[in-house]
């Protein structure tokens, strides 16, 4: 019964959202407010029927309904609850409804704190936002429903893919479809400004709250699956260069380049048709994404529920949004005049090489990502494109990004003088050179990689803190104006830092990084590095629904044991699918990471054991990028009406010139 | 019931990506031939070089560098002689001849041309007449005449 409800809440919305589409469009281009007012109750009934269908399977999933199909295919009722969760998103028609979700969600929010955008504007937003939920409605309803029902129902389901079972990557999902999604958001604003045929500071102050809290999100799940990798793929690598993985990190470069340049169309007037393009390229690479990921056109490790017929659905959408936005773009980009006026050393050049670098590589990795399709297509060669491409053609981008970014940072508007500005740095620039001589010096024979990572991130993170410590001024009182400094920068700070603390995260690990392969008898110790590993035990251990395999390893230091892990081998027999659990002692400068392998004929079992230097940091300088975002997201500017700002300003702070 | 299962589990797990016995004796052969893993595809799985996939293919590919190595081959000998037999595929790393110019191509090509578009369009902002910046248009004078108004 709750199903069939779940089921007609969702067509319900499907229509909902048709009206949605239409109705303000026309009442915008009208004049008619009681036909734009439309949009705002249908934008809340919308989000309210489609989280009451979402909620109707969960309970399914909840309760092992295993009359509904989907719930057949991916529970069982072994399944601990966390993971029967989980797994309504844990395939694809699950995924698609919570995809819907959270799209309306977002549709509902624009209608709900919209107050104080222009009634044409948000009526229109709210009409293409409600578009792209009727292309992804009808792609659910007609090929991809999640309420069908067996006939027959069997007496228990088929279970969740174990690499899913798994905190890490339950989570991951729903992170990165709110990032997904909410470049939605920015899309929608960037095409009904297109319509509206207006882009001032107004409009690059709306859209940049959305296009930081998708980045935001975004952060966190590729954050997520990245941990994810590390900890259960068994190698301790942290980045594949998937295709699945680049899906989601093409939309991250670009909503990073999107946030960036919407801070000059805030602030300066210029860069207008650049922003709107890069807001509808994002939602294209978010497309994109998905279709990677749910085609199976490209291979990958983590594809799941891939169907090529699904991917055409999603081509078609992918055609019809992105056609759509271009064309419109292309016939009014040219009416949207830039006013600033900066010169060629600023913060605005400086936020254009920004932009330069973060498209420029997107667009490494979205060519990489897609050659071995197109090799086969037009050239007749099968391929491939792995990692060694990416790290050799995207890494460089990266590498002059972080290299100018605090420099760009600290430059004041309109018109700078470098040495000025510099002078700050300068400090900072010598104690990053000392820290990667340092590091050159303590490693021997090494590549440069090191060094370079440990110059760049210690230069990212002194730089951010120098420039808190410029902008808080002069005398007795800076404590106080550092405090008093608006959210906004401290977040800029604070998220510029992390991206220094993830450089040197994966410089640590791709550089230093120690491996032992050995046969290891049980009780025998042996020295990896400088740690003690011993392979005490290994037993049979029976946990809720799987078998595991599961070793006792002790890391020790001086003769003193100070940590003990449990790797582990599991199998899930209803999947009938093993997998691998490392056993990872954390740690703030290393971790030490241990495999279990099989047991050897000459009795022992295979074990492999890493050092990583600095891996923690990786995801700690993700998690401190988002904190930056979220601190960003909280400034009292994105939430006082347009142009009460210049008036109500902190009076200690600072101006940047 | 359980004791069968856990029997047909240990059986049917399957051999973990590069045992102990397969490691060469000499430390520097090895390095080389992880090495030379680590570029190559395994062709029947995702996308995981035969130094991290299990698969049997990945083992006996595995297995077939370090022959080639102990039979005295260089990297790109051990390399040419796999692709010679399993095809362009197995090369993580593409080819950069023919087409594949493109690709390695591509990254550096789009940077010039996005400096060259983006020199221009500063060039041009620079350029502007200095008054332009403050003053408003009769629209705008208008729209902020009204708001005043309200």
Same mark, same amino acid.
């Given at each position: ?22 109705? +303000? ?10 036909? &734009? ?116 129902? +069997? ?236 790290? &050799? ?265 | ?150």
């Amino acid at each position: 019964m709750i199903t069939e409800l779940g089921h007609f809440a969702l067509v319900l919305a499907f229509a909902v959202a048709i009206v949605q589409m239409i109705v +303000p469009l026309v009442g915008a281009q009208k004049g008619w407010r009681s036909w &734009m007012a439309v949009a705002e109750p249908a934008a809340t009934a919308q989000f309210l029927l489609t989280a009451f269908a979402f909620a109707a399977l969960t309970y399914a999933f909840v309760v092992s309904d295993f009359s509904l199909r989907l719930v057949f295919l991916n529970s069982h009722t072994d399944k601990p609850m966390l993971y029967k969760v989980t797994g309504v998103w844990g395939n694809h028609e699950g995924s698609l409804l919570l995809w819907v979700v959270i799209l309306t969600l977002f549709g509902a929010m624009a209608a709900w704190f919209g107050g104080n955008l222009p009634p044409t504007l948000r009526a229109r937003v709210l009409a293409v936002q409600s578009s792209v939920a009727v292309a992804f409605f009808a792609f659910m309803i007609f090929t991809s429903n999640p309420f069908l029902r067996l006939a027959v129902p +069997p007496f228990d389901g088929q279970d969740l893919n174990p690499l899913l079972q798994d905190p890490g990557l339950a989570f991951h999902p729903p992170f990165l479809y709110l990032g997904y999604v909410g470049l939605s958001m920015s899309f929608s604003f960037a095409v009904a400004a297109l319509i509206e045929g207006r882009v001032d500071a107004a409009w690059g102050r709306w859209v940049r709250p959305w296009a930081l809290a998708a980045w935001l999100f975004l952060t966190i799940g590729i954050g997520l699956g990245s941990w994810w990798a590390y900890y259960e793929l068994g190698w301790g690598g942290f980045w594949f260069w998937d295709p699945v993985e680049n899906a989601s990190f093409m939309p991250w470069l670009i909503a990073a380049a999107l946030l960036h340049s919407a801070i000059v169309v805030e602030k300066r007037e210029a860069l207008k048709s650049w922003t709107i393009l890069l807001a509808i390229l994002a939602f294209g690479f978010s497309l994109i994404g998905t279709f990677i990921v749910r085609s199976g056109v490209l291979t990958s490790v983590h594809a799941f529920a891939n169907d090529p017929e699904r991917g055409v659905w999603i081509l078609l959408i992918l055609g019809i949004f992105m056609g759509g936005a271009l064309t419109l773009y292309a016939f009014r980009a040219g009416t949207m005049e830039a006013k600033g006026v900066f010169s060629l050393v600023s913060r605005e050049s400086a936020l254009v090489m920004n932009n330069l670098l973060l498209a420029v590589g997107c667009f490494v990795v979205f060519i990489g990502t897609i050659w071995p399709l197109v090799a086969e297509l037009f050239l007749d060669r099968t391929l491939s494109v792995g990692p060694p491409f990416f790290e &050799m053609a995207f890494t460089p981008f990266m590498v002059v990004l972080a290299a100018i970014l605090p420099l760009g940072s600290v430059l004041p508007w309109k018109r700078a003088k470098l040495g000025k500005q510099a002078k700050a740095l300068w400090p900072v620039f010598f104690v990053a050179l000392a820290l990667a001589a340092l590091a050159w010096a303590m490693q021997t024979g090494r590549s440069a990689l090191g060094p370079v990572g440990v110059f760049l991130g210690a230069w990212l993170v002194f730089g951010a803190i120098a420039e808190l410590w410029t902008r808080s001024g002069k005398g007795e009182a800076r404590l106080r104006r550092l405090k008093n400094l608006p959210r906004a920068d401290w977040g800029k700070a604070v998220a510029h830092a992390g991206f220094g603390i993830t450089c040197l995260g994966i410089a640590g690990l791709m550089a230093w990084e120690v491996e032992d392969i050995r046969v290891a008898q049980i009780g025998e110790t042996y020295t990896v590095g400088n740690i003690e590993v011993t392979l005490q035990d290994v037993q049979q251990v029976q946990g809720p629904n799987y078998i595991s395999t599961m070793g006792f390893v002790a890391f020790g230091r001086d003769g003193e044991q100070f940590s003990q892990v449990t790797p582990e081998k599991r199998i899930y027999p209803v999947a009938s699918m093993p997998t691998t659990e490392a056993g990872i002692a954390n740690g703030f400068l290393r971790d030490v990471y241990v495999v279990l392998g099989d047991p050897q004929s000459s009795g022992g079992w295979a074990v492999r054991t890493y050092i990583k230097p600095l891996a923690n940091w990786i995801w700690a300088g993700c998690i401190i990028m988002s904190l930056g975002g979220a601190l960003s997201l909280t400034d009292r500017r994105f939430r006082v009406a347009a142009g009460a700002r210049r008036t109500r300003r902190t009076p200690d702070a600072v101006p940047a010139e | 019931m359980i004791r069968a299962l856990l029997i047909w589990v240990l059986l049917a797990t399957p051999v973990l990506a590069l045992d102990p016995s397969e490691l060469l004796q000499d430390p520097v052969l090895e390095d080389r031939a992880r090495e030379i893993s680590k570029g190559l595809r395994c062709p029947v799985c995702q996308n995981e070089s035969i130094d991290e996939s299990n698969a049997t293919v990945a083992q006996d590919l595995r297995a077939l560098v370090r022959e080639r190595l102990l039979a005295g081959d260089s990297n790109t000998e051990v390399v040419d002689f796999v692709v010679d037999r399993y095809g362009e595929y197995v090369l993580l790393n593409p080819q950069t001849t023919g087409a594949n110019l493109a690709l390695w191509l591509a990254g550096p090509a789009m940077l010039l041309l996005g400096a060259g578009v983006a020199g221009v369009y500063i060039r041009r902002r620079d350029a502007q007449p200095k008054e332009q910046a403050g003053v408003l248009s009769k629209e705008e004078a208008a729209r902020l005449s009204k708001i005043l108004d309200d």
